[in-house]
Every structure is written in C-alpha cells, then in structure tokens.
C-alpha cells in the first residue's frame, strides 16, 4: 500500500485522465432548472458507464499497475459502486475480480456485478469494515484495490475536478458525497492545483456523519450508524490514513436528513429527469436547503444505481 500524500499531484490527476479515457466518460456539467440563490449546478456522474464515478478510480488504479502485480486478478470491498467499476474494468482487460459486499449492499448494485462476471462475497458489516481497514481480506487471490485509500482511486477520482475547473471555473462551492473521501479529497487536489477559489464540502446523512464528528474532534472517530437507503455513503468512522489529506483538503461538512434526500431525489427526476441513488442526491439536498453558503454550488452527483422499488417509493411520497 502506498502511502497517501496531503495532496494528490495535479500532474497525477492529469495523467490519470489520459490514463482513464478508454473506460469513463467526461460527464455533463448541467444547471438544475429553478434553482436562482443559489445556483445549482449537477456533475452528473450517474452518466457513467456503471452508473457512478467509481469507474474513474478504479480505471486508474488497475493502470498504473504491472502486468504481473495483476496476474491473479483483483478485488475490492464495496458497498456496489466501486466493486461496479473495479468489475467493469476488470472484464475489459480479461482480469478475474472479486468483491467483498457487507451483506445489506442493494440487490440492484448485487445484480449488475453478476451481470459483470464478478465473484461476489458477502460478509457482515463489521467484517467488511474491518477489510477497509486492514486493506485485504486473507486468502482472497488476486491484488487488493482499496475503494477509498488509494493514491490511484484518489487521483482517478480527481479527474471530475478537472473537468469542474474547465466548465465553471467561478464556482463558490463543490458539495461532494462524504464516503470515505476519496472522491472530495480527489476533486479538492484537482481545484486546488488549477488555483480555483471554490470550496469543497463533503456532504453527510443524519444516520451516520463520520466526516462531521472528526471533524468536531479534531481526528477519526467511532460512529454510531443507523442504516438507511442511502448506502453508498456513512461508514463507521474516517479511515486514520485518510485523514491528514480530509484536514488538509477538505472546508467542512453539510449534513441532511432522509427526508432532504428524499425530496432531492425528487427534484432531479422531476426537474432535471435524473435518477440518482441516496448518496448521489445528498449534495443536492445540501444544496437546496441552504447549507452551504454561495452563489454558484455545484453539486456532484455520484450514482444513480438505486433499487427500482426504493425509487417507486420515493416518487409516490408527497
């Protein structure tokens, strides 16, 4: 493993988009219609070939590795997303790849994996807890592609950054889905390195806010988390080897409620006719309730792989 800088390069995240070309799309950068104070604007990485940003990481992460560092295949642990992206790249280059699932991950993330090829591995979520921290799980063949704490994942990750900068340099505001803040901290190098002004927010649920307790405390902490529909985001802490580039990268923290997230997922199907899971529609919900202060936000919206029954449900709420 790799240890992680307090910033990730500019020349990485540019070598990375180069990389990355092949598997990821540039995303639309699109105006959410009626919003005027602020003025919200959607990244709209539920485009993406998997339905979410994962597929930039994990692109970059398998490229920078040799031919023989992949022999075996490779693995990941994963709530759907990155195992979604990892598995999509792994077919391409003709890898074996398997995935390490807590075992309430979404049936719709489950199906699309097998859909991949992908080996899936149901655990606990305690125990896949504990291979995010420990960065492998024994016997599992094949080299470990962590989702978050990865140099490569980071700086694939970065590449939105990239394009936020060239689109809508005068930005006030990125609002981004704090998971484990691989995806913030990747954008936050990116703007920071190209000298933007915009500050990042990484955006949490009510049912579990890791970033907003460390940041409380001034380091990781154990969390208590209830969970919810939104599942791709409210891990049981900050990982400790994330959180020197969080502190360094990262303005602060928005916090919404179910509730909130619910009506964003609304608003973009009904305004903007996206489809976006939990996690993808909390900055949005962020930046709808006023949060985040600023007259430009933009808001990355991460994923749309969410269960079709979870979405009828939300739709049909008034």
Known sequence: MLPLPETIPLEAIRAAR???????????????????????????????????????GARNAIGILADAELSAGVYTASAG???????????????????????????????????????????????????????????????????????GVVAGNGTIGLELF???????????????????CGIASALAGLGSGARVIGCEVETATPLSAALAAGAPRVIERTPSFVDGIGGAGVLPEMWPLIQRMLTGAAVVSLQETRAAIRTLVERSHIVAEGAGAVPVAAALAGRVPGELVVCVVSGGNIDPGVIVEILSER
């Open 18 to 56: 180069a990389r990355i070309f092949d598997s990821a799309i540039r995303t639309p950068l699109i105006r959410l219609p009626g919003s005027a104070a602020p003025e919200i604007w959607l990244k709209l990485e539920v485009l993406q070939p998997v339905g979410s940003f994962k597929i930039r």
């Open 81 to 151: 997303n990155m195992a979604l992206g990892l598995a999509w790249c792994a077919r391409e280059r003709q890898l074996p790849c398997s995935v390490i699932v807590p075992d309430s991950a979404p049936r719709a993330k489950l199906s699309k994996l097998e859909q991949l090829g992908a080996r899936v591995v149901p655990v606990s979520y305690e125990r896949w807890w504990r291979v995010l921290r420990e960065h492998e799980y024994p016997g599992m063949p094949g080299r470990f592609i962590h989702p978050v704490a990865d140099v």
């Open 166 to 184: 060239e689109e809508l340099p005068q930005a006030d505001a990125v609002l981004v889905p704090f998971g484990g803040g691989g995806l913030s």
